[in-house]
C-alpha cells in the first residue's frame, strides 16, 4: 500500500518493514506544453537527479555527490540509473537505488535533489515543469511504499531539494521536503553541503 506524504511529512520506512535493505527511489516529471497561436509544443527540458550522502553534521566528503557524472557511490551502496534527458514518457525518468545495508556508518542522510541541466542558457526553470514527484519503492517486490507530488509553485526556481532518506535511532526514514532553489548546477548545489 503506498503512503502519500506532503511537505514536510516524514515516515518510517525500515521499523515495520523488517529485512527492508534495497530500495529505489524514482523521481518523475513532464515538461509542459507551450501555446502557441496556431500551434503547441512540449519545452524541451533536461531534469538530473542526485543524491548527495551527508554525514552526520549534514556535510558532503569525499565523492559522495551521485549525480549523472558520477552514476556510483564510492562503496557501491548509492547508485544513478544514467539520465533521462526529455522527462517524456510514463513512469520514473530517473532512479537512484540504494543499498540501505551496504551505506557506510558515516553517511547519516541521503539528500535527494533535482535540478535543470543548462537552466540558465536555456532560461528555464521549475516552472515549466509539471507532475513532479519522489517515490520510494521496496525493490524486493516492486512495490511502492510511498509517494509525495511536488504540487508547490516553483517558477524562478532551478533545483528542487525533494527529499532525503535519513537515519534514526538504527532505522531509516523518510522526509518529504520539497523545497525550491537557484542553483544553475549540481555542482554548485552540492558546494552548499561542503
Not at 501555446?35 to 554525514?55: E, H, Y
Request: charged share 25%.
Amino acid at each position: 500500500m503506498t503512503i502519500s506524504l506532503v511537505k514536510g511529512q516524514k515516515i518510517d520506512l525500515t521499523k515495520g518493514n523488517a529485512g527492508l535493505s534495497k530500495i529505489t527511489v524514482g523521481l518523475g516529471w513532464d515538461p509542459v506544453t507551450k501555446r502557441g497561436f496556431f500551434s503547441s509544443k512540449k519545452v524541451d527540458i533536461d531534469c538530473d537527479a542526485s543524491a548527495l550522502l551527508l554525514d552526520e553534521n549534514g556535510k558532503l566528503t569525499g565523492k559522495n555527490l551521485v549525480c549523472f557524472h558520477n552514476l556510483k557511490s564510492p562503496d557501491g551502496s548509492v547508485i544513478h540509473s544514467g539520465d533521462n534527458r526529455t522527462g517524456e514518457g510514463e513512469g520514473d525518468d530517473e532512479k537512484i537505488h540504494i543499498d540501505l545495508d551496504r551505506v557506510p556508518a558515516n553517511i547519516h542522510r541521503i539528500l535527494v535533489v533535482v535540478n535543470i541541466y543548462d537552466c540558465v542558457n536555456r532560461k528555464q526553470d521549475f516552472g515549466m515543469i509539471s507532475s513532479a514527484y519522489i517515490r520510494v519503492v521496496n525493490r524486493s517486490n516492486n512495490q511502492e511504499m510511498v509517494r509525495f507530488s511536488l504540487t508547490d509553485n516553483y517558477a524562478g526556481k532551478t533545483a528542487l531539494i525533494v527529499g532525503e532518506i535519513y537515519r534514526y535511532n538504527g532505522e531509516w526514514k523518510f522526509n518529504a521536503i520539497g523545497e525550491g532553489t537557484f542553483s544553475p548546477h549540481i555542482d554548485l548545489l552540492a558546494r552548499q553541503y561542503v
